[in-house]
């Protein structure tokens, strides 16, 4: 079966410090990979989504970037940190375009 | 464009109440799918149920049931006798077909309080 994995959990980093937050999942090929990230209010927005390794699109503008440097690992960067940054990021997985999106445990970032 | 609106932003009721989450969407396209997530506290979405806009066969399983009304643009979501465990944040979500690979768009959610 498939499992997806994000790390680390919690997360508490000082305005303009580095991020990385980690993504892999398990048990699938060539799936299709999504980052959210869900702020207070509750809703969840799409950041970057990839479709194989190396292909990223970012939906919205922003000092995160992301990566995919293996199939089934979506990496989520920045180089400063914003206030703004804080949330909850939640990765996913699909197996083909319109499926429904599996997604992993989360990140609770909190930038100080 | 598209759009999700949940207009319940918080519903409570008493447990083994029947409990309807609406959910109304906006889109141009003839193709299209929608789904409903649960998110309980611990913070992981959960896949509850995807339809795609050619199908507005309403569907039942176990004591959850969705009405799909195009007519209305609505995708509604009813718990039959409530149970505590159904406490949580519920999330209505849509995808467009002719878009590339993206992703979903949700609504604010709907935050359901089950009552012992």
């Known amino acids: 079966s498939q499992t997806i994995h994000q790390w680390p959990a919690t997360l508490v980093q000082p305005v303009g410090s580095p991020l990385s937050l980690e993504c892999t999942v398990e048990?699938?090929?060539?799936?299709?990979l999504y980052w959210y990230r869900q702020a207070a209010g509750r809703g969840l927005q799409l950041l970057f989504y990839s479709v194989g390794i190396g292909q990223i699109s970012s939906e919205v503008p922003q000092n995160l970037s992301a990566s995919r440097p293996q199939d089934r690992q979506f990496i989520l960067s920045s180089k400063k940190l914003l206030l703004s940054d804080s949330g909850f990021y939640l990765c996913?997985?699909?197996?083909?375009?319109?499926?429904?999106?599996?997604f992993g445990p989360g990140t609770r970032l909190t930038v100080t | 464009a598209q759009k999700v609106t949940q207009a319940q932003t918080e519903i409570s009721v008493v447990e083994k109440e029947d409990v309807t989450l609406d959910c109304v969407y906006e889109t141009r396209d003839t193709t299209y799918y929608l789904f409903w997530y649960k998110q309980p506290p611990s913070g992981e979405l959960v896949f509850l149920i995807r339809?795609?806009?050619?199908?507005?066969q309403n569907e039942i399983s176990g004591r959850y049931s969705w009405n799909f009304q195009k007519s209305t643009s609505s995708f509604n979501f009813t718990i039959t006798a409530s149970q505590v465990v159904d406490s949580a944040v519920y999330f209505c979500?849509?995808?467009?077909?002719?878009?590339?690979?993206?992703?979903?768009?949700f609504g604010k959610g709907t935050h359901l309080i089950i009552q012992p």
């Open positions: 048990g699938t090929s060539n799936p299709n």
């Open positions: 996913a997985w699909s197996v083909r375009v319109r499926d429904e999106q599996y």
């Open positions: 979500a849509l995808s467009e077909a002719r878009r590339g690979a993206d992703g979903l768009t």
């Open positions: 339809r795609n806009s050619f199908d507005e």
